[in-house]
């Protein structure tokens, strides 16, 4: 599963556009499709001007990313017309973009912010509790000084 990098940027695109969804958040209440026009990562794939060796390419990188089975291509008089992800293969992109999935990513940033806010309470608590040795220290002095005083 050796995929080149323009490959991956429909990959990529995908997944973003899925990680975006009210689907990936569970909130969905009808079955979404996540699509691309081929001119989101090959930007002259609709020109008349673009080179045909460069487009054959292309149309040959997407054949091989739909025989693997991770995208369904559209075609519309004899062009590609949409790149559809499909919804079963979500954990073959995270593996071949060898990336971590959002939620996940966002779990271990708030235990990150948990252990921090843990480590300032504990301080907290340790400058409070000085604080009170500091001001019961000072109501000591401040007793024993009117003490004097008053002989």
Do not use: C, H
């Not at 995908?14 to 009210?22: G, H």
């Not at 992800?85 to 071949?96: I, K, R, T």
Request: hydrophobic letters at 35%; zero cysteines.
């Amino acid at each position: 599963m050796g995929y080149n990098a323009v490959q991956k940027q429909v990959l990529e695109a995908l997944l973003d556009q899925y990680e975006r969804s009210k689907t990936y958040q569970g909130e969905n209440k009808v079955i979404q499709s996540f699509q691309i026009p081929p001119e989101k990562v090959f930007p002259d794939y609709a020109s008349d001007y673009a080179d045909m060796d460069q487009i054959r390419d292309f149309e040959a990188w997407m054949r091989e990313l739909e025989q693997d089975g991770l995208i369904t291509i559209r075609y519309g008089s004899g062009e590609i017309r949409k790149l559809t992800a499909d919804p079963e293969s979500w954990d073959l992109y995270y593996e071949v973009l060898q990336r971590r999935d959002k939620l996940s990513l966002q779990q271990d940033q708030i235990m990150l912010y948990q252990r921090y806010l843990g480590m300032r309470t504990r301080r907290m608590k340790k400058w409070i509790l000085r604080q009170m040795e500091t001001k019961a220290q000072m109501k000591m002095w401040m007793w024993q000084t009117q003490k004097i005083q008053k002989l």
